[in-house]
């Protein structure tokens, strides 16, 4: 159950932050792939802000390695009085091959490793990690290395650790080893797949599943006079994403969206890309394909879908991905929402 509005600040600039606060979203997320990064913005909102969650949605984890991240979190939580959430991401080969210069091998014992890495060094253990994919202290060299404890004090040691992810045994695997699942391109109508691949992680995990596991969709919001014209809005991005945002053969995002019934289209998408088609790109995203993903239409249209079909799925946040013009009016939007269904709307405080 939806119970907590976030925004993506990724494309909002710095005034977005006090229109965020004062309009009541309880966390603000950032992203990064080959642009700006995601830890420089959130200190600025961190900055900016007093009580909102400040959380990476996400950081990939080729860009850095674990104990850097873990050292970017742990200097930002102490900074903005711990409101840090350190979401983690792969990527795909085309950005971790191209931009970073590392081989795209392994990605889920990558990501199991990363995030135990990032454990130890939150706990403030001396970092001793013998795997698959990282070595430290690292094998050869000068033979000088050493195991190490981060010198951060008074900071504190359960930061929570979320993963991006969009393919059946990476949801799974965030189940199993994360606090928090950040999907992108989710639908409401394929609720009960998301919550068989999440059950799977759950059961592989000693104890279950933990209480507060967070659910936070990226979910793109656009409003207009009627659907079409807000959907017009969308389709440019969500083009570019099943076409251009990944390899061909491995992109995840096609993925996402393909197997929502949608491959026919996506399929022509792609084929419009390849022709250079940029009009003919936006204009093969079907009506049918951004509402499955996204809020769009009037105000009372989008209200209307967070009560029925957006309220009772397994996302616990939604992460608005939308304007700063539009935030005060999804802000007012959700509100009305969950008071139709008798529900408040969480605080920070409630977040833990």
């Avoid at 710095?14 to 965020?20: D, F, K, M």
């Avoid at 393909?258 to 009009?279: M, N, Q, S, T, V």
Wanted: hydrophobic share 40%; with cysteine; glycine share 10%.
């Amino acid at each position: 159950m939806i119970d907590r509005l976030a925004c993506s600040i990724y494309t909002l600039g710095a005034e977005a932050a006090e229109v965020a606060e004062a309009a009541g979203y309880e966390s603000g997320w950032t992203s990064e792939s080959y642009g700006t990064d995601s830890f420089t913005p959130l200190a600025w909102w961190g900055a900016k802000t007093k009580t909102m969650r400040l959380g990476t949605g996400v950081a990939q984890m080729a860009a850095r390695a674990p104990t850097a991240t873990a050292m970017a979190a742990m200097t930002l939580d102490k900074l903005s009085g711990g409101r840090v959430v350190v979401g983690l991401g792969l990527s795909g080969p085309q950005v971790v091959e191209g931009w970073y210069g590392m081989p795209f091998e392994r990605p889920l014992q990558w990501t199991r490793e990363y995030v135990k890495i990032m454990r130890d060094t939150f706990a403030r253990e001396r970092v001793a990690h013998q795997g698959e994919v990282y070595r430290l202290p690292v094998n050869g060299g000068t033979g000088l290395g050493r195991s190490i404890r981060t010198g951060i004090r008074d900071a504190r040691t359960d930061i929570p650790i979320y993963l991006g992810a969009e393919g059946p045994k990476n949801i799974s695997l965030a189940a199993e080893i994360a606090d928090g699942w950040l999907p992108t391109n989710f639908s409401p109508e394929f609720d009960n797949w998301y919550r068989e691949r999440l059950d799977l992680g759950f059961r592989s995990r000693p104890g279950g599943r933990p209480e507060n596991f967070e659910v936070a969709p990226g979910v793109f919001v656009a409003f207009g006079p009627d659907v079409e014209t807000a959907a017009d809005e969308l389709r440019p991005g969500i083009a570019f994403q099943v076409a251009a945002n990944g390899a061909e053969g491995m992109n995840f995002h096609y993925n996402s969206i393909a197997r929502l019934g949608f491959e026919e289209p996506c399929r022509e998408i792609i084929e419009r890309f390849k022709a250079r088609d940029r009009e003919g790109m936006a204009a093969a995203v079907p009506t049918e394909m951004v509402e499955a993903i996204a809020l769009v239409g009037p105000p009372e249209k989008v209200q209307r879908d967070l009560e029925t079909r957006w309220h009772d799925c397994v996302a616990t946040t939604l992460i608005a991905r939308t304007s700063v013009q539009n935030l005060p009016v999804l802000a007012h939007v959700f509100a009305a929402s969950r008071a139709a269904r008798g529900a408040p709307v969480a605080s920070r405080a409630e977040n833990g």
